[in-house]
């Protein structure tokens, strides 16, 4: 069931959209940054901002955008769409993640040093003195994770020192500007290496271990965590559900047509769409329980919890409720 439908004008990605408990925030009209109330889709504000972000992002009761055309990292009230700080950037800079507390921006391709703002009141607190070449960092245990090569490296986010490193049985995936890495708990998350391999990385260890090593080519972008399975995207195809603790292979998903990006839940499994807009509804052993036109040329779902989802079509965001589907 739709609950709302939002007109864009433009097309968007999942880079240009972020989400709350209560809002949606998205790019939209080439040069506006809107904040959407999640529940039916009317407007809480509406703001001028540059073309094509290259980040939008929420921490809290902030919202931060890197817009491309501007190099000016831009920080506004999340509830009123007010202006708190903005801070000019090198050109190109690219990435930008946030803790309780900090904005880490930079290491996109390698074009930019890396640098800390604090969140609140928009302060330098650290820059790297040469350009830093970094996968799309990861908050994850009071640090935030980094990874080029076969190197990945745990850094304080308020003085950017490192904390600790991991060296990977393989260089990671070039996953550009998309996740590299999944969370699993407090503890573990995965790095996707090489273009067929997962492997686990411990806080409180040294170690690695290689989880999953697949006998086809993956998207080059981080594994999705669902209802308790890991999702990797075969190229050009559907996805492999993986057992997060014993690196098995539990079950394809494949319906002869290729698969939107993302996977939600509802009340009897797990939900995804295919590009060309049929919702799927899933068994929670991944068999299909049926199917439903649902939109054309889909670019991504985003679950959201309790059967409720977003998905971003070639020009609109779609807000649907699935657990009543069929």
Known sequence: MTLWERQLHQRTSTSAMAVAEDCIVVHERQTRLVCLNRHDGSTRWDIPTGTRPRAVVIAGDRCLCLAQNSDQLSCVNLTTGSPVWQAGLPRYSGHVVATADTVIVGGWRGYTPMAGFDLYDGRLLWLTQHRTNTVLPLPWGGGVLLGNGTKAWLIDPRDGGELGWWRLP???????????????????????????????????????????????????SAAEFAGGVL????????????????????????????????????????????????????SSDGHVLDRSSSASRVIALRGLGAGEMVLITKGTLRMIVVDRFG
Request: one cysteine or more.
């Open 170 to 220: 393989q260089p990671m995936a070039d996953t550009d500007d998309r996740p590299a890495f999944t969370l699993i708990d407090h503890d573990r998350c995965l790095a996707l290496c090489g273009q067929r391999s997962l492997v686990g990385i411990q806080l409180t260890s040294t170690l690695v271990d290689r989880l999953f090593q697949h006998d086809a080519d993956l998207t080059a």
């Open 231 to 282: 999702f990797s995207q075969e190229r050009g195809a559907g996805y492999v559900a993986v057992d997060p603790e014993y690196g098995s292979a539990l079950w394809k998903v494949d319906v002869g047509q290729p698969l939107a990006e993302g996977v939600g839940r509802d009340d009897k499994g797990f939900v995804m769409v295919s590009r060309d807009g049929v919702l799927l509804r899933l």
